[in-house]
Structures are given as C-alpha cells and as structure tokens.
C-alpha cells in the first residue's frame, strides 16, 4: 500500500514558478513509476509528467521546457518543477503511483493517488 500527498501548490503570477511535491509512504515506493495529472476547471484530467523508478522522464506537450520531474527514492519522494507558468496551468495537480509505464496518460491505470492541490497562475 501507498499514500501519497501532496505539497507546494497556492498561488503565482503568471511567469512565475512553484514546485511540487509528493511525499509517500511505504517501502516499495522506489518500485512505482510516478506521475502528476492535474484538472482544470470544468475540464478532464490531463496528464503532465511522469518518472520511471529507473528515472526515465515525460511530459505532456503543453509542459516540455518548462516543468521538470524528478524523484528521491531516499526520501520517498517525487517533485515538479514548473516555470514561466501561465494562467492556462491553472488546475488542481494530482501525483499518482502504479506500476504502467509512466508515459501512459489514462489516469484509470494507476493505482494509488493523492488527494490533489490546487495551483492557481494569474495574469
């Protein structure tokens, strides 16, 4: 079993960066590949990046060049980095843990997740 929440989220001017972070629990977490989906508003969820345990990273076409993933299997723990955010980035973010490939962007796949935060860019 695995929880994961979620951190760093709040608000930002456009332009302006935050990162995220998504703690976990559990021994086996260096086993799971792990990625951020988030949710505009009145939208579905849309997958942004993903990390392999063997850290292979990808990203959504919307986010390339401006957010990096990365992880720390020590700490149990996978981060987002987002730059030169825009108002369009404006979503509650979801981290989420399974076992698929990380590129796999159907958020039915993955098995565990944690209970999102909101991240708001203004203009």
């Known amino acids: 079993q695995v929880q994961l929440v979620e951190s760093g989220g709040g608000l930002v001017q456009a332009g302006g960066s935050l990162r995220l972070s998504c703690a976990a629990s559990?021994?086996?977490?260096?086993?799971?590949?792990v990625v951020w989906f988030r949710q505009p508003p009145g939208k579905e969820r849309e997958f942004v990046a993903g990390?392999?345990?063997?850290?292979?990273?990808y990203y959504g076409d919307s986010v390339k060049g401006r957010f990096t993933i990365s992880r720390d299997n020590a700490k149990n723990s996978v981060y987002m980095q987002m730059n030169s955010l825009k108002p369009e980035d404006t979503a509650v973010y979801y981290c989420?843990?399974?076992?698929?490939?990380?590129?796999?962007?159907?958020?039915?796949?993955?098995?565990?997740w944690g209970q999102g935060m909101q991240v708001t860019v203004s203009s």
């Open positions: 989420a843990a399974g076992t698929v490939d990380p590129f796999v962007q159907n958020p039915a796949l993955y098995t565990y």
């Open positions: 559990g021994r086996t977490f260096s086993r799971y590949n």
């Open positions: 990390i392999s345990w063997g850290i292979r990273r």
